[in-house]
């Protein structure tokens, strides 16, 4: 059985799902790198929509889809517009923050990330550090940036805002596949999109600490994935 695995911003395809290496000997992985990131070139802009047109093919005749944060709001809107292809959805914190809209906590994180994005800093290795301070992230950086995550960090500076995606929600809801919201308990805006997703798509909810955003590294993760790939298979 095929898993369709979507990263989020900063690292690639490989550099986010590593952990889930061992899942291979079950399931067939598919590990896209999303444009703009290593080995493609690099991108002007990145857009949602437009690659969640290019990735849904990689469902192919029926597949599990799993995305992690910016990766996460894509595959929220591959599983609205293929449904028929979708065996099941795990989204880990996707910042789709036009969910939750209104609660103090949200409306203060994209306050926050779109101030950030807007004024810099723009060094790569500055604009890194700064991101991944503002998301939650406890992924630690080299000094000097090697060049695969100098790119992705330049791709994140061109990725269209992720709250600005419109997330159909009603027709989540009444897709027959089985749905599964990750996430960290470190950050209460990425808590509320979560807690909306739960109770909107009836979705199962899993909570693992110990990684901040970087989820697909938390402990347990891959355990918790597996579990609920096996039952849904």
Not at 46 to 59: G, K, R, S, V
Not at 89 to 94: F, I
Not at 151 to 174: C, K, N, Y
Not at 195 to 224: C, Q, T
């Amino acid at each position: 059985m095929r898993v369709v695995l979507v990263h989020g911003s900063v690292g690639n395809g490989p550099a986010t799902w590593g952990a889930l290496q061992p899942l291979a000997e079950r399931y067939e992985l598919v590990v896209p790198n999303r444009g703009g990131y290593p080995p493609h070139p690099q991108l002007e802009r990145i857009d949602f929509e437009q690659q969640a047109e290019e990735l849904a093919p990689l469902l192919a005749d029926g597949a599990h889809l799993v995305g992690h944060s910016y990766g996460g709001v894509i595959s929220l809107l591959v599983a609205a517009r293929h449904p028929g292809s979708v065996r099941s959805l795990t989204v880990s914190e996707p910042p789709a923050f036009g969910v939750a809209r209104g609660r103090p906590e949200v409306e203060q994180l994209v306050a926050d990330l779109d101030a950030f994005f807007r004024a810099g800093p723009h060094e790569p290795g500055a604009f890194l550090r700064g991101f991944l301070a503002v998301v939650g992230s406890d992924a630690k950086l080299p000094d000097p940036l090697p060049p695969e995550l100098e790119q992705g960090a330049r791709a994140s500076m061109a990725e269209r805002p992720p709250w600005e995606a419109e997330i159909p929600l009603d027709e989540l809801a009444t897709a027959p596949f089985p749905k599964l919201v990750v996430s960290g308990a470190h950050h209460a805006a990425f808590d509320a999109v979560c807690d909306v997703l739960e109770e909107r798509l009836g979705a199962e909810r899993a909570i693992l600490p110990g990684a901040g955003h970087s989820l697909p590294r938390a402990p347990g993760y891959p355990e918790r994935l597996k579990a609920f790939l096996d039952g849904n298979t």
